[in-house]
C-alpha cells in the first residue's frame, strides 16, 4: 500500500464510520454553509455511499448540472425534473440525453472528496476526473466533505486544489 492509498483508506475508513443520523444531520449542516455561496449555473454531485448528501439544497433558482464520466474524461450537463438518469460502471446515477455545459458556462463546482487538508487540496477516489476537468473551468469550486475527512496530504503536480471546502464544522478558503 503507497503513503497515499494508505490516506485514502484511512479517510474512507473515518467517514465510512459515521452513524446513518450523522451523515444526514452533518450533511444538512454542509448544505446550510453552502448554500450562500450558489449562484448561477452550479455543478453538483449525487452523493454515492457516505458521500456527503447534497439533497438538503434549495435547488430553486439555480440552473443544475450534474456530471457524467467516459473511461478518459468527465462532463456536466443541464439537468431538469425531466432528466433521465442511467447508473454508471461507478454506481452513480448519471443524466442522458441531457446538453452538455461547457467548463467556461459554470460559476460554482461542488466537489466530492476522499480526503482534505485545510489548505484546501483534496484527495479523490484516484481516477483523476476532477483534476483534469477543473483547470479549464473559471467556476468557484468547492470541496464538500465532512471533518472526519481531514488529513495531511502529499500533492503531486497533477492535483488541483479547490477554492473551499466546507464541512459540517468549519468553512476552509485557499490563501
Known sequence: MT????VRARALKRRNALSREERI??????CERVQPLLHGIVALYRAVGSEA????LD???LHLCLP????ADMRFYHIDESTEYRKSRFGIWEPIHALPAEASQLDIVL?????????CNRMGHGC???????PACRATTIGIAFECQKDILQLHAHDVPLDMIVSEQQMYRRT
Open 59 to 61: 435547488k430553486s433558482g
Open 53 to 56: 448528501d447534497l439533497s438538503y
Open 68 to 71: 457524467a464520466c467516459s473511461k
Open 128 to 134: 483523476g476526473y476532477y483534476d483534469r476537468y477543473l
Open 111 to 119: 466537489v466530492p472528496l476522499v480526503a482534505f487538508d485545510e489548505a
Open 3 to 6: 503513503p497515499l492509498d494508505d
Open 25 to 30: 444531520q452533518y450533511s444538512r449542516r454542509i
